[in-house]
């Protein structure tokens, strides 16, 4: 009988590394006088050969075994000493290196004895070998390298005579990165060792003629007497116990030593010059302290740019661990963290510090992968929106896939020139990659803006491939369309169960459950305030608490236990849903995995609609909710306090249009993909109620289903806290003069985000008195006077903008930075005491914030700020320090105010 096997294997494809014996050959390239011979097929001499020559744009000379089916039958030995002997006659070399590959570890060579005939019969007299058994399955590159560098250290640090050398063993570096490693040892006054050294050999000067042996590279006489050096500094933290040479050096022979990483970024660079300032005894130099500072200045001059990348790094452990980490330190998110290598090591040295920054950023993913390809990297690089790849040229794949810009850094460059010269290492080279990190994120705005606005506003229907409004349009260009719309029946099927859509759901007991996992909110409506925390309070927008998108999936479980005629989970806040798109995503995913057949369905007040419009269809959400209140931009700015768009506050008839442009854009799109789309629309008397009509023909225009015209409900501390309502007779003629155009809703309960049951038996109650009372960490807001976003360096009356940071439980969360118009002091001796409509203007923006951090502030403004319950500080410091050192004054009672009062109020 016919059986199939099972015992399955990964598939890896394109993967993200290169052999191991290309990492010896390059450690043999750093030794003066040595030639290495591949023991192998000819095929592998020539792949290494054609990737370093076109990397280093050198010729390169590596001998090959030439292993043929006879030999790999019967044995190799023949081929391997005539390949010596060649080697031998024509180069002359003082050392040979022998890289095995796959073929002939796997037929199991016995090198050392071959290599001991070939010194017996006199093959190669006077010619020291050193063997490194390399097979492409042992690793890759990077083993080999350090494979290659500890066999050289093994078989010829021989000389055990204590001297005042230090030795420094180096990672994969391009030669360039070597002549900066040995300008920094030079500027220490050192007598060192560095191996292996590639400075030379691998970036030749010109010469017109070509000597076949490497002519510079680590003295054999160096080397012997590296047994007996009084330290050794290993650059690189990712070999071990059996590829480090530091580690042979001081179980052999004693000599205590130190490992640094690779000197990429400040803290990188910072490690190798301490270490050189104990080995030496001397202080750093001072153009490395001016230096330093340099990229200080630069990171502050950049961090606007590098902060908006969204980073996949790719390569050998050693380069990817200190560019993660220079990302990291410039703000950019590394999503994605991949080496070819398997290393362990690199999640454990990175995981905590990418996760603190994601949540900063708000990030529900982050991943470090080791012994992975290029599919993957493409595949999570698409999927979750990465803006930027740095990694070497074979990424460039990746690239040409998704349209993803990629910083070329690292070994491979075959598509560009001067790979050699390439110096990433140090503060000058950190500085450089931070430059080409913001360059990027300038020329994907300068380059995309056009076409994405050009696809979000015009490219119709009709288009046979449009790039959908996303906030990534090359990442989802790649998407399959078919895969974007939603299908009519599957919709139809689960409109019929959704008790606000049909009213045949609410006579079959259909059941909805609203969960609170949003509560952020991104524009500012008259008739509402963000204090939703209210347990006894029915209207939308109230909660008795916001969940995480964990505690939402569990109680989601508890309830459909409980509930079983759950049908539909919905998200309507409390705050807005794409305001909190990556809470709301992780709660829809997480559902999805326990229940595929729930219906989803969210609200939104529709302004980042088109940028998230294809994740919503990606996340099965059938049912959309859009809050249009009003389709003139001029009875918008009534409505509407303030739009923050984008990192920016608009207010007025500027914010409506914004607002209404974005949420027609949205409804059309999603409209043409299939999705049920609802318009919640609240009638205010004297503002909107002639206007309704026009809202509801546009609506039915774009191919929406229902509009569901509600009365105001009043709420306290809202600008339309006394407004006159509509009576219900009004509201009623309202909606049957509007049933003339389409379907009206007539039976809405306005129900909280914590809603749960039918909609004429809600038993949300029975859930939150069953749920233990946790209290919640305050939330404290903050508004800091920063010319640079760095340090608080701004006179509060000189400030034209703020930077609005929220402290809660230890975190400094970065919110935006909001503009408040002209500065009301201009430099006269009493701008401290000034009134006027200025200042005002200035403490009204800030008015949501329980403190206001400045360098200075007169006795005026603080008392002003003060009568709101602001609490003015004044420090010169990091605005993360200041933040922090704020919020504890107010936590700890320390300063003498009201703005405690105020905490909850801003969550």
Known sequence: MKTTNRNYTNLTVNPCKMCMPLGAVTAFYGVKGCMSIIHGSQGCSTYIRRHMATHYNEPIDIASSALTEQGTVYGGEANLLKGIGNLTKLYQPQVIGICTTCLAETIGEDVPRIIEKAKQEGIAPGITFVNVPSPGYGGSQFEGFLAATRAIVATLATDSTPNRSVNVIASYMTPAEMRTIKDILDAFELDYTLLPDISENLDRVYDPVYNRLPQDGTDLADIRRMAGARF?????????????????????????????????????????????????????????????????????????YTGEARVVVFGEPDQVFGLTRLCLEVGALPLLVATGSRNTKLKEGLEDEIERLAKVKMAAFHEILDDTDF????????????????????????????????????????????????????????LQVMDGIANAMLNATATTFRKAMYDMYYNGPDKKQPTTPTAAPAAAATEPQATLSLSKEDVAAKTKKHP??????????????????????????????????????????????????????????????????????GIAGPGDVLANFEQVKATLEGIRKVDPDVTFCVSTNGLMLPFYANDLLKLGVSHLTVTLNAVDENIGAKIYKHVNYLGKRYTGVEGARILRDNQLTGIRYLVGKGMVIKINIVMLKGINDAHIETVVQ??????????????????????????????????????????????????????????????????????????????????????VASKSGMIVDTHFGH?????????????????????????????????????????????????????????????????????????????????????????????????????????????
């Not at 074979?394 to 349209?403: F, L």
């Not at 502030?857 to 602001?870: D, F, Q, T, V, Y």
């Open 232 to 304: 050794t500094l290993e650059i690189g933290v990712f070999s071990n116990e059996r590829n480090s040479a530091a580690e042979y050096l001081h179980e052999t022979f004693g000599i205590p030593y130190k490992k640094v990483p690779l000197p990429i970024g400040l803290r990188g660079t910072d490690a190798l010059l301490e270490a050189l300032s104990e080995i030496s005894g001397k202080p750093i130099p001072e153009k490395y302290r001016r230096a330093r500072g340099r990229y200080l200045d630069a990171m502050v001059d950049a961090h606007k």
């Open 799 to 907: 400030a034209n903008e703020f930077h609005i940071y929220d402290y809660q439980n230890g975190d400094v969360i970065y919110v935006e930075r909001r503009a408040v118009g002209e500065n009301y002091c201009k430099g006269g001796s009493d701008c401290g005491e000034q009134q006027g409509p200025g200042i005002d203007a200035i403490i009204e923006a800030v008015g949501d914030c329980q403190g206001v951090i400045s360098m200075r502030i007169g006795a005026e403004p603080s008392n002003k700020l003060r009568e709101r319950g602001i609490e003015p500080f004044m420090m010169y410091d990091r605005v993360e320090s200041g933040v922090r050192e704020a919020a504890r004054k107010i936590l700890s009672g320390e300063v003498a105010c009201n703005a405690a009062e105020k905490v909850e109020v801003s969550k």
């Open 500 to 569: 606000c859509y049909d009213c045949s759901a609410c006579s079959s007991g259909s059941a909805r459950m609203h969960l609170p996992v949003a509560p952020a909110c991104n524009i500012q409506c008259n008739y509402c305030t963000r204090d939703f925390d209210c347990p006894n309070e029915s209207r939308p927008g109230v909660t008795s608490g916001v969940l995480s998108p964990e505690e939402a999936v569990a109680k989601y479980l508890k309830v459909k236990e409980k509930v079983p005629n759950l049908s539909v989970v």
């Open 698 to 783: 546009t609506v039915r225009d774009l191919g929406c289903e229902i509009t569901n015209i509600m009365q105001l409900i009043p709420v306290k501390g809202s600008a339309f806290e006394d407004m006159e309502l509509v009576s219900n007779k009004e509201l009623m003629e309202k909606r049957k003069a509007c049933s003339v155009i389409m379907k009206q809703m007539y039976h809405c309960k306005q129900c909280r985000a914590d809603a749960i049951g039918t909609l004429d038996n809600d038993v949300s109650i029975q859930f939150r008195e069953e749920e233990e009372k946790k209290e919640e960490p305050k939330r404290l807001r903050f508004a």
């Open 375 to 430: 599919d993957k990297i493409a595949d999570l690089a698409v999927k979750h929106h990465v803006n930027l790849m740095i990694g070497n040229s074979d990424g460039r794949r990746v690239q040409e896939k998704t349209g993803i810009e990629l910083l070329r850094i690292g070994f491979p460059m075959h598509d560009r020139v001067g790979g050699q010269r390439q110096v990433s290492i140090g503060y000058e080279g950190s």
